[in-house]
């Protein structure tokens, strides 16, 4: 959800990656709750963070204790932030209803734009509606 919340966001001033120690798919419930609100995630990637290790990142979000805690060092001079966030699988495991397990992927979609709205404004770049 970051990284389409990021490329949407930020536009062209934006060039974002996801990427994970792991790499998992696309989470349905996570990209039905983009859709929802018109970013279209479907053809993002599950990349582990090898992946991009030789790119120049300039910064590096990180959204979970795990990834955190471990995350590797790269090569160039990125900065590393960490932004936590409720994990909604985590949430929503055990939630019966297919919509009472949507409200925390709604939540955290919303609570990741906001906080990518804030680190733009930080850069000095203009977010995009």
């Known amino acids: 959800m970051a990284e ?3 490329r949407t ?18 989470n349905p419930r996570a990209v039905q709750a983009m859709q929802e609100i018109g ?4 053809g993002q990637e599950s990349d582990t963070i090898d992946a991009h290790l030789e790119q120049k990142i ?5 959204v979970c204790g795990h ?10 001079d990125a900065e590393i932030l ?4 409720d994990d909604p699988p ?18 955290v979609r919303d609570e990741i ?3 990518i709205v804030e680190l733009l404004s930080e850069r000095g770049i203009d977010a995009k509606s």
């Open 58 to 62: 300039d910064l590096v979000v990180t």
């Open 113 to 115: 734009r906001d906080r």
């Open 39 to 42: 970013v279209d995630i479907s």
């Open 9 to 26: 966001i930020g536009g062209g001033a934006v060039e974002a990656y996801s990427a994970g120690l792991e790499a998992h798919g696309l």
């Open 4 to 6: 389409g919340w990021a």
């Open 67 to 76: 990834a955190h805690e471990t995350c590797p060092v790269f090569p160039r």
């Open 82 to 85: 960490h932004v936590p966030f």
């Open 90 to 107: 985590a949430l929503a495991a055990g939630i019966e209803s297919d919509e009472a397990a949507m409200a925390p992927y709604r939540r």
